[in-house]
């Protein structure tokens, strides 16, 4: 290819791809392979020039595929490959940049054919073309190929893990977390989930298995050193401007390569721009760790990765590690803490955390013993108050994370004791000054009444309500905007059970072919008056059921407050007493009869000395009645229930969820991949 090239769509034509996809074997040795992978080149990062990538690469795969059973040249480059690693880390000690650059063009060039293979052939086909050799067809199919997958999977493993993260390194690292990803995308181009996948059968034994808590390890510090990619120039082979394209300086006597010419991702382009600001090494090592643990369990063991995430410990824990899980090892937690902290806007760092405080109870124990808590429920609180602009499965991952740590009755204290002053994403009213506890408690209302009127997801309302009852028994000098948004959701769910009550009513009444027609009691409807009701009307008395057990629970966490902390919360008392009407009409209903003792008991109590306290009363006044009577009223008139406490429990086969969600993460975000959208069987584009 000459220095004249100037776009992707020119690479079909290149002549070293050719003679790669060509119909004449390259031995090993072969001079061919150092003017192959002499070349710079910048990777693209948007999806345009990503998609012309693709495109021009499966027109050389198309060749290779049909002529490597003669040639074996996938097989020579691996190996090609392979051998240049060998020689890494001392490259790296003595700053050989014209060695590692070469072995990141191998690489490179690896990765792209293999990301085609995958995407258009079975695990089979592939591992099939990894056994043919120079003039060898395929009868040389056997342990070669095991052993080559195998070779190539291990070694770039060891990259990873043993080649120190330099800048001259920085690019062949990235370039081998890539590749990693890449051979496990099998999983995108199958609808169901992958069970009994070859690569997965590699990575969870023999010789990669010993390197799994290391890699693990590697990735995680990947992702809190968020190391920025290095500036240009900072490898041998500095790129210089010329006439708008991107030439490069090359070593005399090191012929022409692939790539020599290039205008790629724009200046100053969007994709480019989110690059700069971050670090694609830690984006894609999150990525590859978050797909390795949720690896489904191969038949005779465990997931290992997982077992690596679920039992790491703190730097400075001394406690001996089991003998039974030989993938512990050791990590910072303070530096992980920060950085999941720093992290929480995206997708993958948020269900990490997830990941971390479900699986791993000395990462649980640890946060929760935090005493600036704040610096991570604030991002998750603010994934939650943008609901609108994110998408479902990060909604539901903040949500969960607030339920696991609301099973925390330390949790439920500490964050009423955190004073925050000025939370200016919060737009509905300005705070001034407010605990976390009255904030989360907020912004958990808040989901629940956007979910009320968009979504209607059963499943985001009982998160929600589960996390505020968790927290009830603890709710300490709510703010009084917290207060009153505890009684107007209250208001906002009566309303909506009158609505779908009378929706039912009229409904059966119509069943029954009458308007004037006299109905039984609502309370005390049973199946045999719905025998007529169609489908369409049955609905309504199923809105009705659900709407009633969110009441119900709603009626329950002020019940729980005000049995357990009614002199901690004035300002609660006085929201119920302002609007003590709205709990009249639910007071003899057979459903909420009993949890409406207490509720009533303390109206009539509080409603009593307001009135022989006379009329005009201010609201500092009211609020000082409040405070004096809830020291007098006896706390043996209130009724004991039990404590209103929830957990979460993952729900059977949960790589039903994950796996789909990982990947579509991996779809939307990887660094400089690009995978055709209608190839994707996983998922849908709409989820992905």
Known sequence: MGANSSS????????????LSGSEPISENDPFWNQLLSFSFTTPTNSADLKLLEEATISVCKSLVEKNPRTGNLGSLIKV????????????????HLFIWQAHNALFIICCLLKVFISRMSEEELQLHFTYE?????SSYGTEC?????????????????????????????EAVTTLIVFLSCQLFHKEILRESIIHKYLMHGRCLPYTSRLVKTLLYNFIRQERSPPPGTHAFQQQTDGGGLLYGIASG??????????LGG??????????????????????????????DAPDTPNPYRQAIMSFKNTQDNTAFSSSNPHAFQINFNSLYTALCEQQKSDQATLLLYMLLHQNSNVRTYVLARTDIENLVLPILEILYHVEERNSHHVYMALIILLILTEDDGFNRSIHEVILKNITWYAERVLTEISLGSLLILVVIRTIQYNMTRTRDKYLHTNCLAALANMSAQFRSLHQYAA??????????SKKHNKVLEQATQSLRGSLGSNDSPLPDYRFWEMSDCLHVSETKLRHAQD??????????????????????????????YALLYKRDLFEQFRTHPSFQDIMQNIDLVISFFSSRLEQAGAELSVERVLEIIKQGAVALPKDRLRKFPELKFKYVEEEQPEEFFIPYVWSLVYNSAVALYWNPRDIQLFTMDSG
């Open 8 to 19: 992707i769509s020119e690479l079909p034509e290149n002549e070293y791809l050719q003679k």
């Open 81 to 96: 490959f392979l051998s240049r690693t060998k020689e890494l880390k001392i490259s790296a000690e003595c700053q050989n």
């Open 134 to 138: 120079e003039k060898a067809g395929p």
């Open 146 to 174: 095991e052993d080559l997958i195998e070779e190539l999977l291990c070694c770039l493993i060891q990259l990873i893990v043993e080649i120190p993260l330099l800048d001259i390194t920085y690019s062949i690292s990235l």
């Open 254 to 263: 090191v012929a022409t390569g692939l790539w020599t010419v290039f205008t």
């Open 267 to 296: 200046v100053g382009s969007k994709a480019s721009a989110q690059l700069e600001q971050c670090s694609p090494l830690a984006s894609q090592s999150l990525l590859l760790l978050l797909v390795l643990a949720n690896l489904t």
């Open 484 to 493: 009153q948004r505890i009684i107007s959701l209250f208001s906002l769910l």
């Open 544 to 573: 009705l059921n659900v709407i009633e057990e969110v009441i119900r629970m709603m009626l329950e966490i002020i019940n729980s407050c005000l049995t357990n902390s009614l002199h901690h919360n004035p300002n609660l008392v």
